[in-house]
Structures are given as C-alpha cells and as structure tokens.
C-alpha cells in the first residue's frame, strides 16, 4: 500500500461553531476532510461533514450542546476517521493574540497568556483555550500552532489603532485590533491569484458579511484600517451583535433598567443586530423571506445595508479611494439583494454592479464602466490557518 502523506488539522472555532478541515502536508495543501459543528449552546446542534473535499453533506446530531461537549464529540469522532490518524501538526484560529504578529506554538507559557486576556474576547477566547487544552491531554505529542485573527490588522497606522480615551488606557492594551485577519488573509491571496495589479498593490476593500460582519481597508497589501475595533462585538451590526453603540447607553440602561456589565455583556453580543432589530431570526435569510409581510424584517434589512455602505464609505476615504471591492462570507458570497442594496447609491465612488452578474452571484460582479472592481470571493480561513502550518514548520 502506497504511504499517505503527513496531514494537517485545521480548526477555526467560533462562539457556536466549530469549522476544521483535514489536508495533505504538501504544497497544494489537498482536502482531505472537512466539517462543522453548528448551533452549539442551542437546539439543533449537529456535525456536517464530507470527505471527498466538497460541501459537508453528511450529518450527526448531538446529545449535549455546551461547547465543551461539542469539542469532545469532535475529538471522539476525528478519532476514528482514517484521515485523522495521518495528522502531525494541528493549527488553531486564536480570536486576540493582543500585539503579537505571528502564529506562536502553544506551550503552557502561551495558554498562561492567552488565560490572562479572556477579559479582552470573552466570547472566544474561553473556548479556544479549551479546545487547545483537551488536544493537548489526548495527543501530547501532537504539536499545535496558535494562528491570530488579531495579526493581519498589526502594521495599521496607529491613527486607526487609538481609542480617544485617556492615554494612560493604552498601557493596558486599551486599543483598537482589529480581528477576522485569517479570513483576510486568505482573500488577498485569493486576490494576488487573479493576476490584477489593481487587486494586490491597489486600494482594496475587503468585506467579509456573515454572521460575523467586518469590512477591512488594505493599501499595497497591507490593513490600514478596519471595522472591528477593541473587540470582535463592534463595528457593524451583525447577526447577535449589535456593533458600534453610544456608551451613553450603557450608562442609561444600568440608570433605567438596572442592567447589569454580564447582562449588557450578553445584550450586545447575543441578544442584538439582526435579531433584536427584527425580533425575528438572525439569520438575514429568514428576513430576506419575511421583509415583504414584517415590517421589522425589512427594518433589519435596510439597517445592515445602511451600516455596511456607510462603512464602505468611510474606509474608502481612508484609502484615499477605491480600486477593488471585495464581498465574502455567507452573506457577501450568497445573497444578491444584500450587495446590491450596499452598493446602490455608491457610484460616486465608482462602483456600479451589473445586476445581471450579481443576481447569478459572478466571480466580477462590477459593470463595464465601472471604476471599482466589485469582487465576489469565498474566504476559507482554515485554509489560511494550515499555510500558516506549512509556513512554520
């Protein structure tokens, strides 16, 4: 029997799910498996997963829906998988890796740092460290690489980094970050592929729209500026969060309501965007469906459109104009009518979509005239996290 090649495990954890991927050790970085868990903390949680390098097809359902139930079910379940068994290297997506600038192997001095910045992603960072902790205790010697989405935004000019509070704040890592960089990373590589000078070396946008939102404004290459600021919970609004908000309303509900840090804590990141627009869904796909017969459906709509153009806006004065804008994530990549409401009203900076190619969901979805090239690219951020791998080993 021919001897397969050493494989990598990717995994890029969020706040309900668990993404990861299988691939082959070599330059091409061949997929070998990959999957989802989703929903985790809520009713439905499942695994999808497929093993041919196509859309995961395949699902098992879950008894246990915490996330350290859902970590261990995938453990239990790459185990007896074939091509887990290949794996010699794990990378990790880590949320904040506060001023670090590269990927880092996880020892215990690192998990000790990353345990003294929950406070910074508390969202996150909780079950990112678990999941690197419980590989650790069944595969001691599988070594795991820590890959920061905080990294990519590192190099912005610090007019984009600072908050305009106090300066003392700022020894306390008081700051604006940036987060969402593996997605990031990956698009301007997609980008680089395409062979346009335009797309690498010019002014670029990149908007990633699911159900975490951020856009990011890249000059030759590099982040200049970015939605996200302090936490991944600002910005626009998304699907739970409720993006940026006047802190005079912290200050009036603690007065009005009597709302407590945890319950406000919960408000923005859980109980916000979308959903508590629409007190519906916060999933856009159900107001998309609703918006003709609710009126709040529609109102969610129309503020997700508004917030994300108007970002759009001024990240490009940031950049001094705009050469390629670029739509990724669920929502950027899938749903039309989203992008065409973002860019209507947007020609005066040069973007005009050919309605025909956006309603098919094109690769260039921009018209002839157009002056930006509007862009539709699917992030793989796991993809991102196994050349990191590559890239360190």
């Known amino acids: 029997m021919k001897q397969r090649n050493p494989g990598i495990l990717a995994i890029n954890g969020g706040s309900s799910s668990i993404k990861f991927a299988v691939y082959e ?70 949320v904040h890796g506060m001023q670090r600038t590269e990927p880092a192997w996880v020892t215990a001095s690192l998990l000790d740092e990353l345990k003294g910045i929950i406070s910074f992603a508390p969202q996150h960072l909780p079950h990112e460290i678990g999941m690197m902790e419980t590989l650790a205790l069944r595969y001691p010697n599988l070594p795991q690489l820590a890959c920061f989405d905080t990294a990519f935004h590192h190099d912005m000019p610090n007019v ?11 020894a306390l890592g008081v700051q604006r970050y940036g987060f969402q960089g593996l997605s990031y990373s990956y698009l301007l590589n997609a980008l680089g592929q395409l062979g346009d000078p335009a797309a690498t070396q010019g002014r670029v946008i990149l908007a990633y729209l699911g159900s975490s939102t951020s856009l990011a404004a890249v000059l030759n290459g590099h982040s200049i500026d970015t939605s996200m600021g302090f936490t991944p919970a600002s910005g626009v609004m998304m699907s739970t969060c409720s993006g940026d908000l006047d802190p005079g309303v912290m200050t009036y509900l603690a007065h009005s309501e009597k709302i407590s840090i945890a319950q406000f804590n919960q408000m923005i990141n859980c109980e916000s965007g979308l959903l508590g627009v629409s007190e519906l869904s916060p999933d856009i796909r159900d107001l998309l469906a609703d918006q003709a017969t609710d009126e709040r459906a529609a109102e969610a709509v129309a503020l997700y ?12 004065a940031a950049l001094g104009g705009l050469d390629t804008l670029v739509f990724s994530g669920g929502i950027g990549t899938n749903e039309a009518q989203i992008r065409a409401g973002i860019c209507q009203g947007l020609a005066f900076l040069g973007i005009e979509l050919d309605y025909a190619r956006n309603s098919r969901s094109a690769a260039l979805l921009s018209a002839e005239q157009s002056r930006v090239r509007v862009r539709v690219i699917a992030a793989d951020p796991t993809l991102s996290i196994a050349r990191a791998v590559r890239r360190c080993t």
């Not at 984009?160 to 700022?170: D, M, V």
């Not at 459109?305 to 490009?316: E, S, T, W």
Request: proline residues 4%.
């Open 305 to 316: 459109c508004y917030q994300v153009k108007k970002c759009i806006g001024g990240l490009a």
């Open 160 to 170: 984009a980094k600072w908050l305009a509070i106090p300066r003392r704040y700022q």
């Open 25 to 94: 050790n070599t330059a091409a970085l061949p997929l070998r498996i990959y999957g989802e868990i989703v929903n985790i903390g809520q009713s439905g949680t499942h695994l999808s997963f497929n093993d041919d390098g196509s859309k995961p097809d395949r699902t098992l359902s879950l008894a246990h829906t915490d996330y350290a139930a859902a970590v261990d079910f995938l453990f239990n379940w790459l185990a007896k998988q074939p091509e887990f068994a290949d794996v010699k290297l794990v990378g990790q997506r880590v």
